[in-house]
Antibody, heavy 115, light 107 residues
Framework: QVQLVQSGAEVKKPGASVKVSCKAS????????IQWVRQAPGQRLEWMGW????????KYSQRFQGRVTITRDTSASTAYMELSSLGSEDTAVYYC????????WGQGTLVTVSS | DIQMTQSPSTLSASVGDRVTITCRAS??????LAWYQQEPGKAPKLLIY???SLESGVPSRFSGSGSGTEFTLTISSLQPDDFATYYC?????????FGQGTKLEIK
């Protein structure tokens, strides 16, 4: 079955960076984009960007432009989302998802930013 | 950015009830709208895409309608598993945005 499995929870200090992975299985990785979405506590879901697994093209939300980098490793069927210059407002669960609309989703990765 | 507004934010209902959730877009998004269900502590799950197409494996009691700026998600007869939070999302243009969510509670 199609599955996206994300890396584990992270705790980071303000100003640091975090890199979250998303490993795909059950389908041909290169045939879909991988999306990244986050959900801060009590907030709505927020789209961050996507990467084409086929050619590596990316599209980022302007809100995160300059701070987010999405990459992929086709040999490992894995996508990565790196967010830099972390602040407390970046504390959230980060999700990857396949395609558009988004289906399925990874299980989520909690990133906590705290001094 | 296109703003997505759901109503109500909270809905209390009983098993067997028919319920409707509304999602309004701040400008036309044609039929580029999806609905997701999120249970506490879990990832969202796709229910409806292209405003009215039922995702494979999703029970037929879920249905979607609308186009342009106004959309609805209807659950024809609530089941215990349906008490969750529901989000609409447009994918018409960038940035994709979500509604604030509708929490469906047991009355």
């Amino acid at each position: 079955q199609v599955q996206l499995v994300q890396s584990g929870a992270e705790v980071k200090k303000p100003g640091a960076s975090v890199k979250v992975s998303c490993k795909a299985s059950g389908y041909t990785f290169s045939t879909y984009v991988i999306q990244w979405v986050r959900q801060a506590p009590g907030q709505r879901l927020e789209w961050m960007g996507w990467i084409s697994a086929a050619n590596g093209d990316t599209k980022y939300s302007q809100r995160f432009q300059g701070r987010v980098t999405i990459t992929r490793d086709t040999s490992a069927s894995t996508a990565y989302m790196e967010l830099s210059s972390l602040g407390s407002e970046d504390t959230a669960v980060y999700y990857c998802a396949r395609g558009s609309p988004f289906d399925p989703w990874g299980q989520g990765t909690l990133v906590t930013v705290s001094s | 950015d296109i703003q997505m507004t759901q109503s109500p934010s909270t809905l209390s209902a009983s098993v067997g009830d028919r319920v409707t959730i509304t999602c309004r877009a701040s400008q036309s998004i044609s039929s580029s709208l999806a609905w997701y269900q999120q249970e506490p502590g879990k990832a969202p799950k796709l229910l409806i895409y292209k405003a009215s197409s039922l995702e494979s494996g999703v029970p037929s009691r879920f249905s979607g309608s609308g186009s342009g700026t106004e959309f609805t998600l209807t659950i024809s007869s609530l089941q215990p598993d349906d008490f969750a939070t529901y989000y609409c999302q447009h994918y018409h243009s960038y940035p994709y945005t979500f509604g604030q969510g509708t929490k469906l509670e047991i009355k």
